[in-house]
């Protein structure tokens, strides 16, 4: 398709959509890092303990079994979605926010990005799917996929990022969850501590969320974990954020490219996926409304997966 397109039209004519680079809340992630010195120093490999990249949803296909049968949840969510907003959390500050810029820095990310692990990744597919319409009675398709990626840079090697996405799941959300390395806290003896934690929801109105260790009220030093969040809707309700492909279709009338897909990043995300497509893992049965298969709660360990108020 790339080079059927390229035979006719240069790169700057051609705006690859993936609409959830048009969400309010995605763009807020540039804003949020690269605007406040409170956070850009500690968005590193010393101060970030993991990264998490999670939406489950609660429908089913809905319809759609004869796209899920071609394409999969991983096709279909991995390759595009969570892993365009991987990039612009692992990016590196890009001189100007412009399309050059930005997209440069995200395709550096994706160059640094391993080559999925299919020991890493677990495929499931919920109860009931194989009654959809259009789908195979023995269908072996995933609509669930969970996995462990890691970005080979300086700022990020060693740091998992653990992504997860499904249908027919036990809530719907956007969210990205990084947690921080916890400081030594030997000298506040019998107080039950975590890590902080930064929580960006990607719904259509932005929202934050923090958690610090604080003081426990009282004759004694002992701790408790402190969360506070902070919803644009609430704060800015006169404020309606366009919706994401009214967003980007504006751009393409403004002729703007910045939050649209370059063709190296999509080649080389697929080479990123191409293990994985090469060795699927077998899709796990698991019950609708549930968090996914049991080895799937078992890939980011002992924290397990982190969704605020759940």
């Not at 990016?91 to 395709?107: G, Q, T, V, W, Y």
């Not at 550096?108 to 677990?122: H, Y």
């Not at 968090?291 to 980011?300: I, T």
Request: glycine share 8%.
């Amino acid at each position: 398709m790339d080079a059927g397109l390229k035979a006719v039209l240069a790169e700057e004519q051609i705006f690859r959509i993936d609409h959830y680079l048009g969400k309010e809340a995605v763009q807020n992630i540039l804003a949020m890092r690269f605007a406040n010195g409170l956070i850009e120093p500690a968005w590193n490999r010393t101060s970030v303990e993991s990264v998490q990249i999670d939406v489950p949803e609660r429908g089913t296909v809905e319809g759609r079994g004869k796209f899920y049968e071609s394409a999969g949840c991983f096709r279909d969510m991995i390759a595009t979605h969570l892993c365009q907003v991987l990039g612009f959390i692992a990016m590196e500050p890009p001189i100007h926010l412009d399309a050059a810029s930005l997209r440069n820095e995200k395709a550096k990310v994706f160059s640094a990005l391993q080559p999925f692990d299919p020991q890493r990744v677990v495929f499931g597919q919920y109860d009931g799917y194989r009654s959809e319409r259009g789908v195979a009675q023995r269908s072996e398709v995933e609509t669930f996929v969970a996995l462990e990626a890691f970005v080979d840079t300086e700022r990020w090697q060693g740091v998992p990022f653990y992504l997860r996405t499904g249908k027919a799941m036990a809530d719907t959300r956007r969210t990205v969850t990084v947690t921080l390395r916890t400081p030594p806290m030997g000298r506040f003896v019998g107080s039950t501590y975590g890590p902080n934690r930064l929580t960006l929801e990607l719904s259509d109105s932005p929202a934050f969320g923090v958690s610090l260790m604080i003081k426990r009220p009282g004759p004694t030093l002992t701790l408790e974990e402190l969360r506070f969040s902070l919803d644009l809707a609430d704060e800015q309700p006169e404020h309606t954020p366009q919706e994401a492909y009214e967003r980007l279709l504006l751009d393409v009338m403004r002729g703007d490219q910045t939050l649209f897909t370059r063709a190296d990043e999509v080649d080389r995300l697929w080479q990123v996926c191409q293990p994985v497509l090469d060795a699927a893992p077998p899709a796990l049965i698991y019950p609708q409304g549930s968090w996914g298969p049991e080895p799937a709660l078992q890939l980011p360990g002992p924290r397990g997966w982190q969704l605020p108020n759940e």
